[in-house]
């Protein structure tokens, strides 16, 4: 256990839905990132906050996606009108800004889109 | 942040250790190499990390080339719990920089 906490660990959606998953980082870390895994790869850097400031995104990142972190503590990322090739893993890290750059990562959101 | 290139897959007996190489070529003199792993249905986890010297913790070592376009981590006694796929990431040492995985390699401890 890293510390970082993310629900649910599984979400199993029709096609169209709207879903949203969160992540708690580790309390003093002001960074928090996400990334999206599929099957076989390794994760994808989709976006990233300092504090509630979302300072970079990705590409990956489309119109549907919108991800917040309101008091710079937890985070939120939503996915509406979901899509099959939207299925992955969802993984949550963060770190502090000061100290190492070590980023510790939550176990995930494993996303079935059906 | 520079390419890297690692084998597919690897397989180690337990209790042996087990080199993973990585090949990192177009490196520039600012990156560092970091090696993260993931075992299976969890995230990734922090490794080590280096710049050109060999680093060693309590988890493994890191042997840097001197020319620094390759590097190998070293599990010194690998165990079934070391199973896992392994990534090198070339990054720059900027704090909240992205790490930027490829495929990794895929390590196999046999008993």
């Known amino acids: 256990d890293t510390g970082v906490s993310q629900n649910p660990r599984h979400k199993i959606t029709k096609r169209g839905q709207n879903v949203t998953f969160r992540c708690d980082p580790i309390?003093?870390?002001?960074?928090l990132y996400w990334y999206r895994q599929t099957l076989g790869q390794g994760p994808e850097f989709l976006t990233y906050?300092?504090?509630?400031?979302?300072?970079?995104k990705s590409r990956l990142l489309s119109d549907r996606f919108s991800a917040e972190r309101p008091k710079g503590s937890f985070s939120t990322l939503e996915i509406q009108r979901t899509e099959q090739g939207d299925s992955a893993m969802y993984l949550c890290?963060?770190?502090?800004?000061?100290?190492?750059?070590?980023?510790?990562f939550g176990p995930g959101t494993r996303l079935t889109v059906t | 942040d520079a390419k890297t290139t690692q084998p597919t897959s690897m397989d180690c007996a337990e209790g042996r250790a087990a080199n993973l190489p990585c090949n990192h070529s177009?490196?520039?003199?600012?990156?560092?190499v970091y090696w993260y792993r993931q075992i299976h249905s969890q995230g990734p986890q922090y490794i080590i990390h280096g710049l050109k010297n060999n680093e060693t913790n309590e988890m493994a070592s890191l042997i840097i080339t001197e020319d620094r376009k390759s590097s190998t981590l070293i599990l010194p006694h690998a165990t079934l719990r070391d199973t896992a796929v392994y990534y090198c990431i070339v990054r720059l040492q900027t704090s909240g920089s992205r790490l930027t995985f490829g495929e990794g390699t895929q390590l196999t401890v046999n008993p």
């Open positions: 309390s003093e870390h002001n960074r």
């Open positions: 177009t490196i520039s003199g600012n990156e560092y």
């Open positions: 906050f300092q504090n509630e400031a979302q300072l970079e």
């Open positions: 890290a963060s770190l502090r800004a000061s100290g190492s750059n070590e980023q510790y």
